[in-house]
């Protein structure tokens, strides 16, 4: 891994890209991971177990897809209303599309922030989650402690994130779909200017993962750590306890 910083993760870029494919987003992520991306937050709200009366906060939520998994198995399990779930971005047409994807039912605040500098109370949440995020986040170690910041002593903090795959042949082969193939397709459907789904892959492969992620998050003030390679690992779910 590329330890030195190429790609622009500034906050005006990153959020006009995402600006751009708000449009497209769900329907890109649905179609380029052949729908599997619905299994990770699947087994990640498993992993977390939230219970009845829990504070979950998600960050970098995109069009709420983790945050509206929550709210779908706290209410199939304890009834509706039962957590109170806030969903931020710093992204405001990606807020404006989830806000579209939930009725009256699914008890979710949606506010635009940036995961930098929450505008949350110390020790607020129980459950805190990034999912497909925290690499984009310009400051990763500050991100990671603000994420453990408004996380309760004894809650978890929970990130889902690509990463590469250490099995070979898939190792390659992986490599290579995800650095050739496809950006192209992305970029081809997706339409924008601010070439995203190239930026997909340089911002995954530079980004710290596995152990690196896992020591990152101590550092944080998190303990406990442990990470959970996903689909052969081209995403891994990393957890730790505050």
Known sequence: M?????????????????GEIAPQYDRMNHLLSMNVDRLWRWRTVRKLRPQKG??????CTGTGDLAIAFSKHCRRKFGPNSVKISATDFCPEMLEIGKTKIGPETMIEFSEADAQSLPFLDNE?????VAFGLRNVTDTDL??????????PGGQVAVLEFTTPRIWPIRPLYQWYFRN???K????????NSAAYEYLPSSVGEFPMYQALADRMQQSGLQQVVFYPLTLGIATLYVGVK
């Open 181 to 183: 193939v496809l950006p």
């Open 54 to 59: 829990n504070r979950i906060l998600d960050v």
């Open 185 to 192: 397709i992305g970029q081809r459907l997706a339409r924008n």
């Open 143 to 152: 991100g990671l402690r603000e994420l453990t910041r408004v996380c309760r």
């Open 125 to 129: 949440f129980d459950i805190v989650t």
């Open 2 to 18: 590329n330890t030195t910083a190429q790609v622009d993760k500034s906050s005006s870029r990153v959020r006009k890209m995402f």
